[in-house]
């Protein structure tokens, strides 16, 4: 078991976990950052960012967070490919644990643990993840060429995804459960002008329906009821994206930091400061309101000065 002292350590690494460790490494205090289960965090699984200041054509998701990454590094901090399981908050140093239990001793803590996909959790969701149903259409759509999908969800996710996925699917129907969208108008627009995108509204997926032949099973329907006739119909599907919004990824820190009811750590004013002092948290995992990688970012900069100030430098 291995242990090791830093000033600083970064739980998550996305856009507001390398932006702290970009402005904390700066300030000359030593910096780990954490990666976690999805290094880059969620803007590894987009493809183009448009809406990212300072690239006007855009820039691939991916490319943004390598480009983030060694910004940071090149200041001194360094990336832990590591998940943290442990976290013990009680006492000064502050005491983080891997899964394989090496402990880090860090002076101060900066959450950025992000969000994570959110499923309907209805029968047949979990049975047929990866054989037909996905979270994520930049990582899965390539493999619906020529056929019809599904999106479920009226938000901007699921009209981004649905355009992407008009690249490679013959057909897009976005299933939603209202008829109003929560999506920005622009991005509603832009779903409902292009020819190969459908909507079949006031529908909710009640299951997953499949087939399985040995080892292999595959998505073949979905249940869809329609909530105002309350008509049950079961519609032909081999591929379906789930786009219904997302999840804190706060569960390590339940009982030991504030949050709200869904699960998003509350932080004091206009700070980043966690209801323990010398713990901050910054991005998708203290924010439900903005969500976008800028700012991500700069709620990792207010963090990273945050710690700084609290840490006398
Ligand atoms: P949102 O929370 O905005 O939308 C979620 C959608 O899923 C809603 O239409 C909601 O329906 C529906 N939904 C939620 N739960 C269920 C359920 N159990 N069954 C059926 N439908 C359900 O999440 P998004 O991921 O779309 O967007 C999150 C944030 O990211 C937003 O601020 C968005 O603007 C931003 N974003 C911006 C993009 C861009 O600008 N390029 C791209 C992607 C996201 P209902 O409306 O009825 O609640």
């Given amino acids: 078991m291995n242990t090791t002292d830093t000033d600083i350590a970064i739980i998550g690494s996305g856009p507001a976990g390398f ?92 959450i950025a643990t992000g969000a994570s996909a959110k499923l309907l959790g209805v029968p047949g969701e979990s049975e047929y993840m990866g054989y037909g149903v996905s979270a994520c259409a930049t990582c899965d759509g390539f493999f619906f060429r020529e056929q019809p999908v599904f999106i479920i969800g009226g938000g901007d996710t699921a009209m981004e995804e649905a355009i992407y996925l008009t690249k490679f699917a013959s057909k897009v129907t976005i299933v939603h459960r209202r008829r109003d969208f929560r999506a920005s108008r622009i991005m509603l627009e832009r779903a409902q002008s292009n020819p190969k995108i459908d909507f079949m509204l006031d529908s909710v997926v009640e299951e997953y329906l499949g087939a399985t032949n040995g080892h292999l099973k595959q998505l073949t329907h979905l249940r869809i009821r329609n909530t105002v006739t309350n008509d049950v119909q079961d519609v032909p599907a081999s591929g379906v994206f789930v786009a219904i919004g997302h999840q804190p990824n706060t569960q390590l820190f339940s009982g030991i930091l504030d949050m709200d009811d869904v699960g998003y750590i509350q932080t004091k004013g206009k700070s980043s400061q966690t209801n323990i002092p010398g713990v901050f948290a910054c991005g998708d995992a203290q924010d439900s309101v903005y969500r976008q990688a800028i700012t991500a970012a700069g709620s990792g900069c207010m963090a990273a000065i945050d710690a700084e100030r609290w840490l006398g430098h």
């Fill in 19 to 110: 932006t702290a460790a970009l402005y904390a490494s700066r300030s000359n205090l030593s910096v780990v950052v954490f990666e976690g289960v999805q290094p880059g965090g969620q803007l590894t699984i987009t493809t183009d960012v448009e809406n990212y200041p300072g690239f006007e054509h855009g820039i691939l998701g991916p490319e943004l967070m390598d480009v983030m990454r060694k910004q940071a590094h090149r200041f001194g901090a360094t990336s832990r490919y590591e998940t943290i399981a442990r976290v013990d908050f009680s006492q000064r140093p502050f005491t983080l644990w891997n899964e394989r239990g090496d402990q880090t001793r860090a002076k101060a803590v900066i």
